[in-house]
């Protein structure tokens, strides 16, 4: 039976808890001083209302494809940088995360630079939707960037 | 011929999720579908300018292209994959 936890590519959907662990180990190399990772979290609030959930949907094959132009591109522009980005899908409770960016990099400032650009580009070409359920029972769409 | 077609986030509350098999005229285009989808759901015609449309996974921006058997045609609202970040 394959283990749920287990994160055997570098831009992945997934249904379960992010195992950030393992999404810096498809990162780590010996020849890369720094390890960045970054954890975008489910918090409890969203424009003053009181939030209890929130549900992620995908057009999972063009995501997953995206993801990955992502991570290559990325890849292919940096020096001996390794890029992992993976974002989970359906219910993400409280305080979870939803997405964690692993980049190893020589340098410190490539990291730095390509967590951020990882994210940024994330937000707009990658084909996924949040779906905020408020504590009062009101359940919304989120729909923030066009689709680039 | 047929062609599948698949809605998300608003686009899905409007036209349902899919993926539904939906029958046009041999050589018409993503104009064509609109067409007729709106005829089903007018009040798509008021959010589809907002929306992206993908036609077997690639973008179309703003291209009207002739639909073949079997494509698959997503209707793609904003989206908004990571976590929220803006704070009240």
Known sequence: MTDPSTIPSKAMLVDVAIDVAAVERLVASVDCGAVLLFLGTVR?????????????????????????????????????????????????????????????????????????????????????????????????WREEEPLD | MNIKLLAFATASDIVGKGPQEIKLEDGARLSDLKALLI???????????????????????????????GDEVALLPPVSGGAPELCP
């Open chain 2, 39 to 69: 005829e089903k759901h007018a009040v798509l015609e008021t959010v589809w300018d907002r929306l992206a449309v993908a036609v077997g996974g690639q973008l179309v921006r703003g291209d009207d292209p002739v639909l073949k058997d």
């Open chain 1, 44 to 140: 409890n609030h969203h424009a003053g209302r009181s939030v209890g959930c929130l549900t992620y949907s995908a057009y999972r094959p063009m995501a997953e494809a995206n993801l990955q132009r992502i991570v290559d591109e990325l890849e292919a522009a940096g020096d001996r940088l390794r890029v992992a980005i993976v974002h989970r899908l359906g219910d993400v409770p409280l305080s979870e995360p939803s997405v964690v960016i692993a980049v190893a990099s020589p340098h410190r400032e490539a990291a730095y630079d390509a967590s951020r650009t990882a994210l940024e580009r994330l937000k707009k070409e990658v084909p996924i939707w949040k779906r905020e359920h408020y504590t009062d029972g009101e359940v919304q």
